[in-house]
């Protein structure tokens, strides 16, 4: 299994407050990626990095941000959470574009 | 953007069972996978295929690139193979997997 680990892994915060999902990997992959999971919307992308400090915007990037300081983490960071952010988030890697992608476990955002 | 559509959406077999489940998509793709998402919700990678056949174990898959679909086939079903499965593509330049809608799968004992 490739070395992805996601934090927290469950978390319930309340409206207008900031959250800090994060990714780390173990496999000195250049690209990570973060998706959100919903019900009748499947997996969408938020925003990838092809290398540290380089980030760009997926389809649904409105309202989060992310940072990567180091090849092993990438940060995802909702400013003020609303509940239309209430979502199941996954963390990507891979080795390049075409390249497969591996996924972490998951964490579950609830936003009350 | 790409389209990928996969079917049947639900399928419900006896433990035994063989099953195919497709994936369309409506432009040249440079990554094909499939994946099963487990009860706990465990991404799990099945194949990288975005051309031609791979086996491993009872699942086998089949992706005809000129064509613009792929099969996955699963053979003598178990109750751990239930949950849903993906299809995803990526297109060339386009940085990002673009997911089907599932297939959920269902294994009676």
């Known amino acids: 299994d490739a070395g992805i680990t996601q934090s927290p892994r469950h978390k319930v915060t309340e409206t207008g407050t900031p959250v800090t999902l994060r990714c780390h990997q173990t496999e000195n992959h250049r690209y990570m990626y973060w998706y959100r999971q919903d019900p009748g919307h499947g997996l969408r992308l938020i925003h990838y990095?092809?290398?540290?400090?380089?980030?760009d915007k997926g389809e649904v990037s409105d309202g989060y941000s992310v940072s990567r300081s180091k090849t092993e983490d990438f940060l995802l960071t909702l400013e003020s959470a609303t509940s239309s952010q209430t979502s199941v988030y996954f963390c990507a890697i891979s080795d390049g574009q075409g390249s497969e992608q591996y996924f972490g476990p998951g964490t579950r955002l609830t936003v009350t | 953007g790409i389209q990928v559509e996969q079917s049947p959406p639900d399928l419900i077999l006896q433990e035994g069972a063989n099953s195919t489940l497709r994936c369309n998509f409506s432009d040249s793709v440079n990554n094909l996978q499939w994946f099963h998402q487990n009860p706990w919700g465990q991404l799990i990678n099945l194949f990288y295929i975005p051309s031609g056949t791979k086996q491993n174990g009872r699942l086998s898959a089949t992706t005809v690139a000129t064509e613009r679909y792929s099969l996955l086939y699963i053979s003598s079903s178990q109750t751990t193979d239930s949950g849903v499965y993906f299809c995803a593509v990526e297109i060339q330049g386009a940085q990002k997997l673009v997911f089907g809608q599932g297939t959920r799968l269902t294994i009676n004992p």
């Open positions: 990095s092809y290398g540290v400090k380089d980030t």
